[in-house]
């Protein structure tokens, strides 16, 4: 299993690690643990509201730089456990929270959206042409006409043909059309 991260300041990175437990839950804690020495829970409900199949989570994970104590988090993640699919698919995540932690110090933080985000560029995209042997490029660009680099995790194409290698070769940078 693979996450990338792409944190607000620093570099984009991704963490690999093998599949290692019965559900998506187990392997994702898995993957924090030992990818990102990050304590973590997952708790997945599923069910139906108002006659419609629905689905709703809740993470619990020690905040990195915190002096979280391991008896803290079991604590938190054994009051957690206790959450009906009902209460998680129905109720304002508030409700829950107050349902869950009403004796414990809360911190609410201010939501962020989350948001499909990827980086890659027709400029990365030369720059990787760039670094594969002229022979190789060159074999491609007589057998296919043009590369076609597809971006696995957005789905962009970049096409280069011949008049575009020869500008990356000469340190130019290549016009930017996309194929979506």
Known sequence: MSITITPEEGERYQGVVGLEGDTLAACLEDYFLRSEQLP???FIRTGDVD?????GGMLLQVMPAQNAQAEDFDHLAMLTETIKSEELLTLPANDVL?????????????PQDVEFKCTCSRERCAGALKTLP??????????????DMHCDYCGNHYLF???????????????????H
């Open 40 to 42: 973590t829970r997952l």
């Open 98 to 110: 107050w349902r869950l932690y009403h004796e414990e110090e809360v911190t609410l933080y201010d």
């Open 161 to 179: 043909n011949a008049m575009d290698i020869a500008e990356i070769r000469n340190n130019a940078s290549p016009a930017d059309p996309q194929v």
């Open 51 to 55: 006659g419609k199949p629905a689905a």
């Open 134 to 147: 002229d022979e190789e490029v060159d074999s491609i660009l007589a057998e296919e006409g043009e590369i």
